[in-house]
């Protein structure tokens, strides 16, 4: 830290602590590994949050490119009558934007750049508002505001 003032370096690593509790620490330092090997400034906490959770789940951070990649795959493999088999390969994120497409529309449709334009669309609007969550999930954001003064509790 650049500053040396003892009061903000508290109260820096105070936010910092209260914003990756929820994570083990072992995760936080996989993660810290990984990003000082790619890059030469430090992290913010979003980035170390970031990575624990493309560890965690791959998928969201999956590009739609990638996503509509693994569905058509799933098309070629299983086939209409085997989408049991498909949806039991997908994780829970796939099998969501899959239904909402339709399996048959991924299996029959003859204009497959709207549908793939549909899907992406789709899978961007998701793996936003997943990556909104995870940033600073609404119940750590309150417990910060609260003890550093932002928000009042309510006066019983």
Known sequence: MKEHD????????????????????????LAFKQYAKMNKFAPQVSDLIGLVEKMRNPTTFLSSEEAWEIASKAVRKFGFHKQSEAFAAFDPKMKRVVKAIGWWNLCYSERLDQLKKNFCSLWDNISQSEKEELALPFHRAVHIMKKYGEINEPKK
């Open 6 to 29: 003892p009061d903000l370096n508290k109260l820096t690593a105070d936010i910092w602590t209260s914003l990756l509790e929820d994570y083990p620490f072992g995760e936080i330092k």
